[in-house]
């Protein structure tokens, strides 16, 4: 028997793809982020991407919790559930569940995902339901105005923390990775190009995917991000991770991460010491690598990686729950109400 | 060997008691399973302790199962036991002030070792001291006779010791009249691929049987026949497996696909068993990380087309209060199940209690109306959990169904509905996008349209921020909010016209109306009953409905001289019958983690009668 969902799917198909542009994914609704936040960049990214998925956007959903962040789905022109704090990944874990078809993302920042949402997002990621999660990350609570978050950095002094904060912050990457994560990335909202080419990599991977924006929040914690972002600093102080490529860095690409053991340091290729041949070559598919690389994050001395730290295949839950299902009509045949009812002990009273 | 003579009884009660890790919970489900095939009326009331294997014979590692039983209506578990069968001195001390004066005793003496009545706290021995003279003893070295049993057998003491609880249940087929082969199909079904436990407790369960129909010990056999039940087909059911299969069957009626997110809490982890086993079905379970992720997955599905379902007790109910609200907030149908357990806090986890009818009801943030429907017995939570499905699509709206530990454990026979003529459930989707807006309302239900995710033109968003009537667009404004949140209450009263009347069981008028809801009606009838017979003007409503209420409640509490509301709780539904309808109804609360007694209903029903109260 086929379910009303599957009858209305049949029934409202579009025969053939239609052709987007990126003015299609915006909705009629103001957008209302502070001038300068860096959220109009990823908004601005995200709907640029979406017409090159080739997926119709009535197929596609955004959740998102509570948070500047979690705005965002009101600004696409898609399906959309702003839900309550923390618990997007939970409600889009439920969704792509029961709707397999569907392309759900997640939209979620520093703390609703990692502070009161931390516990749904690292099952989320050990799952690997096939999610895209952005997490936004600005290092401060932005809609509550200005407390310190969990990837705020130890001692910053907030309106909750006047003597500074004593919390130690989390990586979200080593987070993700650390929760068996199978696509792990980080981007920049004032690079557009490549938070593109992220994002796209993301939609197509097969599986949870977890990208870390880092979000200029201009109001509460402005400039948290620049020296990664701006040019005078950027090329020493971000290393750019390509699949395939050693890692190289630099305003004259003239720097490189080698292995010293198991810990990565900055080379010069300049004085003949080494050469391209002796740097770390990055490998996605490598998940021992991947937490090396993760773990440069908060070492002041090592510039930030950047890029797909992680991407490999491991089973989809939901395909291998539908898997099951199929499996259980295989063998028991389609499941008859009636028959369960009066199945097993019974009797009759005349 | 003598002739035994053979009894008929009307109705028995037994209770099996022992270590949690002794098998009472198997010994009692048998029995019943057996005794219902008989077709006799039957209640059940598994007891047991939280801690999965307390230490071997303490006092609060004492597990029971007790079964009423007869060849009348029975509609409780029974106030006290005739029978009780102690595994060991704690299980005896534990339960002797539930038998009867002069009710039967069966003790395996092996469990009263000198180390087992003082970890019962007995300075002598009970079965020596003449402290049981006014009951009849049968002392029975039930671990002995089991290890005779099995000596030829090459298996393990442990093993050995684990089948006795199957001699016990072989002794009380024979003296009930009951045959084997119900649980000898049970056992081979269980034990097939593990052939020494399936042959030991095969053997142990006729050993059992054959020394009770050899020893001299019992010389009486009793005869309980078939009750006068409704013609037709039946089966025994437990609460938590009618209410999941009234999950499936209304999901199936309605074509969704059921969607259950849970995680696992006791009294209802049965539920979610045995939602799980039914894949092919087309029922996804989804064992969450937690409550909240429960109830958020289950919104999800709700989302996306499917029928999402979180079940719990209590202390997860509120954890999902929040999402509760928000299911409220974006009108998309939901049910919660809250098989309710002793509180609060962790309370008493196996213990049942109905504390949470004002949790159902008001326990959220902000004006976030629910609909509540409680189930009455065991068999009725097939019935409440459909007719909760019904509203919830019908409505667009969460609905909370309350059990209890007492409900989902416990049986009853059931007479079983006919698939085909359960009602019509149908809901729709929205797929014509002309004039489509999210928050648009049927003008008689105010239910808001449900268009699903993957329908062109029909993209939107919605969430937990105040919307803007029609359009669903985020709105702060003092006059919308004040219109939504009357409209969202609205449509939960308007359910009031779509449900039947509330029915008085007597007349229609009189001295008094006893009021209850939920796991309490067994107990509230029988006691009504009896008193009626006594000549005494008494009747009883008892309320399925307790969000809205039906139409009619005002109208037969006005009736009455007096109205005595009892509950396992300090007076809930009281609280809201007088404010509603300003009645002076009073309460009679008892909160001990066990249903009541009706004789306790009985006795508090004669002192209102004579005006003590």
């Not at chain 1, 600005?138 to 001692?155: A, W």
């Not at chain 1, 005078?232 to 190289?248: A, M, N, R, Y």
């Not at chain 1, 993760?294 to 539908?322: N, S, W």
């Not at chain 2, 129909?213 to 025994?236: C, D, H, M, Q, W």
Request: glycine share 10%; proline share 5%; hydrophobic share 40%.
């Amino acid at each position: 028997m086929k379910t009303l969902v599957e009858e209305i799917l049949k029934s409202t198909a579009v025969p053939e793809e239609a052709k987007y542009s990126a003015r299609d994914f915006q909705s009629d609704q103001d957008v209302r982020w502070c001038p300068g936040c860096g959220d109009y960049s990823v908004l601005a990214q995200t709907q640029r991407v979406m017409p090159d998925l080739g997926i119709p956007r009535h197929k596609m959903a955004f959740i998102s919790g509570i948070g500047c962040s979690s705005r965002f789905p009101y600004y696409m022109n898609t399906y959309g559930f702003h839900g309550i704090h923390g618990r997007a990944t939970a409600i889009a874990s439920g969704l792509k569940m029961a709707r397999p078809d569907l392309s759900v993302w997640v939209v979620t920042g520093d703390g609703d995902g990692m502070s009161i949402g931390g516990n749904h997002l690292i099952h989320l990621l050990r799952r690997n339901i096939d999610i895209n999660v952005l997490l936004f990350n600005n290092q401060i609570y932005g809609l509550t105005k200005g407390q310190y978050s969990p990837t705020s950095e130890m001692g910053k002094i907030t309106k909750s923390t006047p003597y500074g904060s004593l919390d130690y912050p989390f990586n979200p990457v080593s987070l993700a990775l650390g929760s068996s994560a199978t696509f792990v990335a980080r981007s920049l909202d004032r690079d557009p190009k490549h938070m593109q080419s992220v994002i796209k990599r993301a939609a197509g991977h097969k599986g949870t995917s977890f990208v870390e924006i880092y979000q200029n929040c201009n109001v509460f914690n402005d400039g948290a991000f620049f020296r990664f972002t701006e040019k005078e600093t950027k090329d020493d102080s971000v290393v750019f991770l390509e699949h395939g490529q050693p890692l190289i860095f630099g305003k004259e690409k003239d720097k490189g991460i080698r292995l010293n053991g198991f810990s990565p340091e900055i080379v010069s290729l300049k004085d003949g010491t080494y050469s391209v041949n002796d740097l770390l070559v990055h490998n996605e598919k490598d998940t021992t690598l991947s937490f090396i690389l993760a773990d440069m994050t908060y070492k002041p001395h090592l510039p930030r990686p950047v890029g797909i730290f992680l991407a490999i295949d491991r089973p989809v839950y939901e395909q291998e729950m539908e898997h099951q299902i199929a499996f259980a009509k295989e063998k028991r045949g389609e499941g008859d109400m009636a028959k369960l009812l009066n199945s097993g002990d019974t009797w009759v009273v005349q | 060997m003598a002739e035994k003579r053979v009894e008929s009884l009307d109705e028995v009660t037994i209770r099996f008691a022992g270590d949690s890790g002794d098998g009472m919970q198997l010994t009692g489900t048998q029995f019943t399973n057996t005794t219902a095939i008989l077709g006799n009326d039957l209640s059940t009331l598994p007891d047991y302790p939280a801690e999965i294997r307390a230490p071997a014979g303490t006092l609060f590692g004492v597990s029971g199962f007790q079964i009423h039983f007869g060849s009348t209506e029975i509609n409780t578990p029974g106030d006290q036991c005739d029978v009780l069968v102690a595994m060991n001195a704690a299980a005896l001390k534990v339960n002797i002030g539930s038998l009867v004066d002069g009710g039967t005793i069966i003790v395996n003496t092996d469990g009263f070792s000198d180390k087992n009545l003082k970890l019962a706290g007995y300075e002598q021995n009970p079965l020596r001291d003449g402290s049981l003279d006014k009951y009849r003893v049968h002392e029975v070295d039930i671990s002995k006779l089991t290890a005779l049993a099995l000596q030829d057998l090459n298996i393990s003491s442990k093993l050995v010791d684990r089948s006795k609880n199957f001699f016990a249940l072989g002794m009380m087929y024979w003296i009930y009249n009951r045959p084997l082969e119900q649980t000898i199909g049970w056992i081979r079904g269980k034990f097939g691929n593990k052939p020494d436990i399936m042959e030991a407790n095969l053997r142990v369960l006729k050993a059992g049987w054959n020394f009770s129909e050899t020893t001299e010990i019992f010389s009486v056999r009793y005869e309980v026949g078939p009750a006068k039940l409704a013609p037709g087909r039946y089966r025994n059911i437990t609460g938590n497996q009618a209410l999941a299969w009234g999950l499936m069957a209304a999901a199936k009626k309605a074509k969704l696909d059921l969607f259950l997110g849970s995680y696992p809490i006791t009294p209802a982890s049965d539920v979610l068993h045995e939602l799980s086993i039914y894949k092919s079905y087309g029922v996804k379970t989804f064992q969450a990380e937690d409550e909240i992720a429960g109830i958020c997955s289950a919104l999800g599905a709700s989302f996306g087309g499917a029928l999402g379902v979180t079940t719990t007790s209590g202390p997860g109910v509120a954890l999902k209060s929040e999402a509760i609200g928000l299911a409220v907030m974006v009108e998309l149908p939901l049910i919660i199940c809250n098989i309710q357990r002793g509180g609060p806090s962790t309370g008493l986890p196996t213990k049942t209690e109905q504390a949470d009818l004002l949790q159902a009801i008001y326990g959220r943030n902000g004006e976030a109306p629910v609909p509540v429907i409680a189930a009455a017995t065991p068999s009725d939570c097939f019935d409440a959990t459909f007719e909760a499905v019904r509203i919830a699509l019908k409505y667009m709206t969460p609905v909370m169904v309350l059990s209890d530990g007492y409900l989902g454990n416990g049986s009853e026979p059931w007479l079983i509905p006919d698939y085909s003529k359960l009602p019509d459930i149908s809901p729709t989707f929205r797929t014509n996008p002309d004039g489509f807006f999210p928050y648009s309302r049927d003008d008689a239900t105010l239910a808001r349209p449900w268009a699903i995710p993957g329908t062109p033109g029909l993209e939107h968003r919605i969430g937990g921020l105040e919307k803007q009537h029609i359009t669903g667009n985020v709105n702060y404004e003092a006059e919308n909010h004040d219109k939504m949140v009357h409209l969202r209450a609205e449509k939960i009263e308007r359910i009031a016209n779509d449900i039947p009347l509330a029915t008085v069981e007597g007349n229609p008028e009189g001295d008094l109306l006893v009021v209850g809801w939920g796991g309490t009606y067994g107990a509230i009838k029988t006691a009504v009953v009896r008193q009626r017979e006594q000549g005494h003007s008494v009747s009883h409503l008892h309320l399925r409905y307790l969000n809205p209420m039906p139409k009619n409640v005002g109208e037969i509490l006005y009736k009455f001289k007096r109205i005595l509301v009892p509950e396992i709780n300090l007076g809930q539904l009281v609280k809201i019958l007088r404010s509603k309808y300003l009645v002076p109804a009073v309460g009679f609360n008892k909160v001990r983690g066990l249903p009541f007694k009706s004789v306790e209903i009985e006795r508090e029903i004669e002192e209102i009668l004579k005006g003590k109260k």
